[in-house]
C-alpha cells in the first residue's frame, strides 16, 4: 500500500482477554517498529525488526507481549492476559533499509486499545 | 542509555511570530534525527530529517538544526499560522547496525489567531 496500515483503529476489551494488533508497513521497507503512546507523553520504544527477525525487543514490558514478522511484511503484536494498564495507542512505523536510505521512520494511524 | 528531552513542554503564542522547539540528547553518537508533527488522535508525520554528517534541513517555513557536540536540535517555524498547532516530536536513531529510535516527549504547539 501506499503508507503504513494499521488495524483495528480501534479496539476495547475486557481485562485478561487476548488481543492481536496488525501492521502493515509499506511495501519494501525492511525496518519495522512498535511503539506505545500514553497521553500526552511520546511514543515509548516496544521492539525493532529487521527483516523477519526481532533486531531489538528491549522495550517490550514483560512475557504478555510477544511481536511476529514471519515473512519480513506484516508485524503482529499479540498482548495475552490484557491489562487496564496496557490502555495506550500502539503505533507502528515502517522504515526502508538503512543501507539503501536515509532512514525515514513514516508511522501509521495507531492501534488505539482500551482495556476495561 | 540515549535520553532524549523536549523543553517547554507546551507553547502558546500569537499567529504571525517565529518560534523555537528544542529537542536535546544525552548520546551524540546518533545516526539522524527526525521532527515529527502529531494531530490530536492521529499518528505522526515527518516533517524533517537530519542526518549525523548534516548541520541543518529546511522544509518551506521550518528549519531544523543539528549540533551533535551539544547534543541539541532545534526546529525553527517562521511566521506561524493556527494550522501549525500541534504537539511536535523530536526522535533520535542512534548510529549502531541496529538500533532502536528514542523519541522525546514532545512541544505542545498552540498558535492563536
Known amino acids: 500500500g501506499a503508507g503504513v496500515s494499521q488495524t483495528p483503529s480501534n479496539k476495547v476489551t475486557e481485562k485478561g482477554k487476548y488481543v492481536e494488533l496488525r501492521c502493515d508497513p509499506i511495501?519494501?521497507?525492511?525496518?519495522l517498529y512498535w511503539y506505545r503512546q500514553s497521553l500526552g507523553q511520546g511514543p515509548e520504544f516496544l521492539i525493532y525488526f529487521q527483516g523477519t527477525g526481532a533486531a531489538d525487543d528491549s522495550g517490550l514490558p514483560n512475557d504478555r507481549f510477544f511481536a511476529v514478522r514471519p515473512e519480513g511484511s506484516v508485524s503482529t503484536l499479540k498482548i495475552q492476559r490484557t491489562e487496564r494498564g496496557d490502555s495506550a495507542v500502539y503505533l507502528c512505523?515502517?522504515?526502508?533499509?538503512?543501507?539503501?536510505?536515509?532512514?525515514?521512520?513514516?508511522f501509521g494511524e495507531g492501534s488505539r486499545l482500551t482495556v476495561l | 542509555k540515549q535520553e532524549v528531552t523536549q523543553i517547554p513542554a507546551a507553547l502558546s503564542v500569537p499567529e504571525g511570530e517565529n518560534l523555537v522547539l528544542n529537542c536535546s540528547f544525552t548520546d551524540s553518537a546518533i545516526y539522524n534525527l527526525q521532527w515529527f508533527r502529531q494531530d490530536p488522535g492521529k499518528g505522526l508525520t515527518s516533517l524533517l530529517l537530519i542526518q549525523s554528517s548534516q548541520r541543518e534541513q529546511t522544509s518551506g517555513r521550518l528549519n531544523a538544526s543539528l549540533d551533535k557536540s551539544s547534543g541539541r536540535s532545534t526546529l525553527y517555524i517562521a511566521a506561524s499560522q493556527p494550522g501549525d498547532s500541534a504537539t511536535y516530536l523530536c526522535a533520535v536513531k542512534r548510529r549502531s547496525s541496529a538500533s532502536k529510535i528514542i523519541f522525546g516527549s514532545g512541544t505542545r504547539l498552540s498558535i492563536r489567531p
Open positions: 512505523a515502517s522504515s526502508a533499509d538503512r543501507a539503501l536510505n536515509t532512514g525515514e521512520l513514516f
Open positions: 511495501s519494501g521497507h525492511t525496518a
